[in-house]
């Protein structure tokens, strides 16, 4: 689902648009294009690719390293998947720091240069001795080091600080612990930052390096609660650690009357100065005109900045006054737009204090912690100095008072943001150092270097910041590596709790638990690594499409406590592992398949929570959701017919059949004449209702059909196999009868009856989604192979262009999330007629990475493999830091779940195929048959596959890298024409009996003895 939102939150782009090319110095991909290469709807059918960037789609390439203005934007997910989300920056610091149980919406995602914000101090620096004396002392960072450059390969991030002048070199690699299969250890909630420094002179170098953490525990109900944070250093077996908690203090005085500053129920703004026209000469007597109902203020009068709309400027500023109390609470609503819509306290002239509307009308109580100032003399100014969507700010009864109006319900330490943090470093005890408390938090690198005391204390309103490093004497030409790990635990997430509270008590647990087994996780993580870039395939390739992957470890996803996994679509925008959202998503089944079956489990088909077990619906939000949709149901099938096939065996299906049945069942009720179409409403992921059959809708009906006909055969329900198989194969007859005009696949709908949201015959990005999925699962094409590629021609002639701004100029997008100037994939194209217009499918025009990722894999399956690869390329080239941050691809949200269907590209790329219970493996590549090689996973294991083509001998090779493969069976496919003569299999120097037989270009192996494949063990086939 789209999840829309208020219209006025969409990113809006006026007539200089045009203006927001592809900077960076990113060349034009393709044109010039002339008005006669434009079809009415103006997307080229000829593409005019450029060759020199057809050739870089299939170019090796190299590692990506960036520097300079790039390094901005960028903010790599670093922390454990389902752990919340703190990023890595260009230059090596941590940021975002979004831990605390309490995720927010962004506004504006889709922002250009936009770049990750730092809520807490934290940082790491070097000290270089000579003679005893500090001869250089830097932080690591852009500021110390101005040519700091980064590389990111997640779940590793490198940073190199270089500098000719200094005596060393020195690198980080920053990762939490990441290996597939392994969800446990890798839902760690810590990040490890490992320095290594090597001696580049010709004499020893003295180094210390350290590094720096606020205590943080309570960021927000710190500004609420009477308490302190407290630090507390740790030292043992080899260990050395500042772990940072809190507690409550007892207030001791009563609350003092409070002390109203302005209620702006007076004719003018008495003593405030007003500026600019957004203000007006007095306050706002409720809503004005043209906007939305504003509600929650008190009184009559307000500050409403909506006046004459949300173009015109100004600020409005209080006369200097005295910090009385502990507290400033004010009513707030409006745009949330840092610096631009907001109110300010200002001490000193100074912005101390700040806060935004959150992009509604319904004002909200807000409150400052303002205890540090009491007594200081201050002014209030709010401001607005935005245009366009929520280009406004509303502002009522400003107090100061002793108490927050912010309503908080149980104690301090049952607040969602109480717990610890903690600051380790490991093999350091004999030289390293801690710091409990810095003495000045504004300039972390005094006493930095040196011990301080093992217990420090601080108020709320204080900070306190905790160090920890070591010392070390380099010797020419060696190095020395520093590993530091930052550890959380927050256990309050609200009603649900955090999986890794089951394991551990605090963050110093957490660092203990990496000490103890620190080369296995890192050795494992590095592991995955080298596996998935000891690949054939383009280093964009591996980029791309592993980037998303990232995702598991923000804002939008979590574990809770009771062992189930639960999603937003994007970052706290729109609840529930929304089912067709996640029906694109490919990633965490085939890397963390427990996590998978706990929302199948837990989830989809868990009574009273997402199953109906009187009608055998789906509710596509889980708990509290009742309403199924066109689109989900049958892409819970689908995904239960997956996680059956990630599987070691049948328990999983055997537990669910019943309930996979009756929600296949449900479908064919509302199928009801079982002619394999779906003709009444449809809800689906654009937030409409389709109506008649489309087909969309259809293609995952019948790809759901075949699904749940080789589950029904799995557990012997033959007879329900047999149903499924006559309806789908009626219903593949009849859609291509009746809904393929020759191109590609329409809706067959009345207008007249349904007028607001079909497409009738336009040409729908998403039309044959369900075949897709079908080949992502091994059932087969769906439809006749030359219908298929007709219709996927047809989307790339009629939905892609290499440059979205002529059609996003005749036909302006509901939301951006591709510039003038890029390319993209439209939702939904009119090529045969007249663009339907503003009532007809929403997002029509807009791009979506989900989408282009599920049609560029559903080319690849088919043979397009340049065409997918230029709808893949292009969204790597839309977010080149230049631009966007990479490791987040934008729709409703950040870091939206939809764009993990990156990873079936990636499936598609290896023509992977697998079914656990049944032993089976197999892989066709659409690319580079002749000499091919990447990682797989199964079950129980992952590896690497490799393929070579030398002289007519094909050889295979299968190699294990982690965890056990059992195999009965396998598959491979010759080049076009081939006759096999022979084929001879070996495993640690043993031959193998098999039984072979070819079926066209597919070659079938099957074990005479089923074999298991253990770590670093190999399997060849050859085949002549």
Not at 351 to 375: C, H, I, L, P
Not at 520 to 542: A, F, I, M
Not at 802 to 827: C, I, K, M, S, Y
Request: charged residues 20%; negative net charge.
């Amino acid at each position: 689902m789209a999840c829309t939102p208020n219209r006025r939150e969409f990113i809006q782009f006026s007539s200089t648009a045009t203006a927001l090319l592809a900077t960076g110095g990113l060349p034009a991909i393709a044109g010039p294009f002339t008005p006669q290469d434009m079809a009415d709807h103006y997307v080229p059918t000829d593409k005019k690719l450029k060759p020199q960037w057809v050739e870089s789609l299939y170019a090796k390439g190299k590692r990506e390293w960036y520097a300079g203005q790039d390094l901005k934007t960028i903010g790599m997910p670093i922390g454990g998947i389902t752990t919340s989300q703190i990023y890595l920056t260009g230059d090596g610091r941590l940021a975002h720091w979004d831990i605390f149980n309490m995720t927010t919406m962004a506004p504006q995602a889709y922002e250009l240069g936009r770049h990750p914000d730092f809520p807490i101090k934290q940082g790491f620096a070097i000290q270089m001795r000579s003679s005893g004396q500090v001869v250089e002392e830097r932080t690591l960072d852009v500021k110390g080091f101005s040519k700091v450059r980064f590389c990111g390969e997640y779940p590793i991030g490198c940073v190199e600080y270089p500098d000719a002048s200094l005596p060393v070199s020195i690198a980080l690699t920053a990762f939490s612990p990441f290996i597939p299969l392994n969800a446990a250890d890798s839902a760690l909630p810590v990040t490890v930052m490992e320095y290594t420094v090597k001696n580049t002179s010709s004499a020893p170098v003295d180094v210390s390096m350290a590094g720096w953490l606020e205590n943080a525990v309570g960021i927000k109900s710190g500004e609420i609660f009477d308490g302190k944070r407290i630090n507390r250093s740790v030292k043992h077996d080899g260990l050395t650690m500042v772990l940072e908690t809190a507690e409550a203090v007892k207030e001791t005085s009563k609350p003092r009357e409070p002390i109203v500053l302005a209620d702006f129920e007076g004719k003018n703004y008495g003593d405030w100065k007003a500026e600019g026209e957004a203000f007006g000469k007095g306050p706002a007597r409720g809503t004005l005109p043209n906007q939305s109902p504003v509600s929650g203020f008190q009184g009559q009068g307000l500050v409403n900045t909506f006046l004459g709309g949300d173009d015109p400027h100004g600020k409005l500023t209080s006369p200097k006054f005295k910090i009385q109390r502990k507290f400033i609470n004010f009513l707030i609503g409006g745009g949330h737009n840092p610096r631009r819509t907001c109110i300010n306290l200002l001490v000193g002239g100074k912005v101390v204090r700040t806060a935004t509307g959150g992009n509604d009308e319904k004002m909200q109580w807000a409150s400052w912690n303002v205890r540090k100032f009491e007594g200081r003399e201050a002014q209030i100014e709010i401001v607005d100095r935005q245009s366009g969507g929520w280009g406004h700010i509303n502002i009522d009864q400003i107090e100061m008072a002793d108490t927050s109006r912010i309503g908080v319900t149980g104690p301090l330490h049952k607040q969602p943001d109480f717990g610890s943090m903690a600051l380790g470093l490991l093999d350091g005890e004999k030289t390293a150092f801690s710091s409990t408390a810095l003495p000045d938090a504004e300039k972390p690198l005094a006493g930095l270097f040196e011990n301080a005391p093992e217990v420090a204390e601080r108020l709320f309103e204080q900070p306190l910041l905790g160090a920890a490093g070591k010392s070390v004497t380099i010797a020419p030409g060696k190095e020395a590596k520093f590993t530091f790990v930052v550890a959380w635990h927050f256990p309050n997430r609200p009603e649900h709790g955090n999986f890794y509270t089951n394991r551990f008590q605090d963050a110093g647990a957490v660092v203990e638990y990496v000490a103890e087994n620190f080369p296995r996780l890192q050795g494992q993580t590095e592991l995955w690594h080298k596996t998935w870039y000891d690949s054939t395939l383009p280093y964009w390739v591996l980029d791309r499409l592993f980037m998303p992957v990232s995702y598991l470890a923000t804002g939008t996803c979590q574990w809770w406590a009771n062992g189930r996994f639960w999603a937003w679509e994007g970052v706290a925008c729109c609840a529930g592992t929304c089912g067709h959202v996640w029906n694109y998503e490919h990633a965490m089944a085939r890397l963390f398949p427990e996590l998978e079956r706990s929302v199948r489990e837990m989830q989809d088909f868990a009574p009273g929570i997402g199953f109906n077990e009187q009608t055998g619906s789906i509710g596509f939000r889980g708990e509290g959701w009742t309403l199924w949709a066109g689109d989900s149901q049958p892409g819970y099938v689908l995904k239960a017919y997956r996680e059956h096939l990630m599987s070691p065996d049948n328990q999983f299906l055997k537990q669910l059949w019943p309930r996979i049945r009756k929600a296949m069942e449900f479908l064919i009720r509302e199928d009801a004449d079982d002619d394999g179409l779906l003709e009444g409403r449809q809800h689906n992921t654009y937030d409409i209702d389709f109506f008649g059959p489309n087909p969309m809708v259809a293609s995952l009906y019948h790809a759901a059909l075949r699904a749940a006909e080789e589950m029904a055969r799995a557990v012997g329900d033959v007879p329900f196999a047999e149903k499924c198989r006559k309806i789908y194969e009626t219903g593949r007859e009849k859609t291509v009868k009746e809904l393929f005009n020759g191109e590609y696949f329409i809706q067959k709908v009345d207008l007249k009856e349904h007028p607001r949201f079909q497409y009738a015959n336009g040409c729908l990005a998403d039309q044959i989604f369900g075949e897709g999925w079908a080949a992502q699962v091994g059932l087969g094409r769906l439809y006749p192979k030359e219908t298929v590629l007709s219709t996927l021609k047809s989307i790339w002639k009629y939905n892609w262009t290499p440059d979205v701004g002529a059609q996003n100029t005749a036909h302006p997008p509901q939301r951006w999330f591709a510039n003038p100037g890029e390319a993209g994939l439209f939702t939904c194209t009119w090529p045969k007629g007249k663009h339907l217009g503003p009532e007809s499918v929403l997002y029509r025009d807009e791009v979506w990475t989900g989408i282009e990722y599920q049609v560029a894999g559903n080319m690849i399956w088919e043979g397009m493999l340049e065409e997918g690869l230029a709808l893949c390329r292009a969204v790597h080239e839309r977010y080149h830091p230049a631009k966007h941050n990479p490791w987040n691809e934008i729709e409703c949200g950040d870091h939206y779940s939809r764009a993990m269907a990156s990873y079936g590209v990636f499936l598609a790329l290896c023509g992977y195929e697998y079914n656990g219970p049944q032993q089976h493996l197999g892989f066709a590549p659409r690319i580079t048959p002749e000499n091919f090689k990447s990682a797989f996973t199964t079950a129980e294991s992952w590896g690497t596959f490799a393929q070579k083509i030398v002289n007519g001998v094909q050889t295979e090779k299968i190699l294990v890298r982690w965890g056990k493969l059992p195999l009965k069976s396998l598959s491979f496919e010759l080049p076009e024409g081939q006759i096999l003569h022979q084929a001879t299999v070996s495993a640690a120097g043993q031959s193998l009996a098999v039984t072979v037989n070819q079926d066209g270009r597919r070659v079938n192996l099957a074990f005479m003895q089923p074999v298991t494949l253990k770590e670093n063990e190999e399997l060849t086939v050859k085949l002549q």
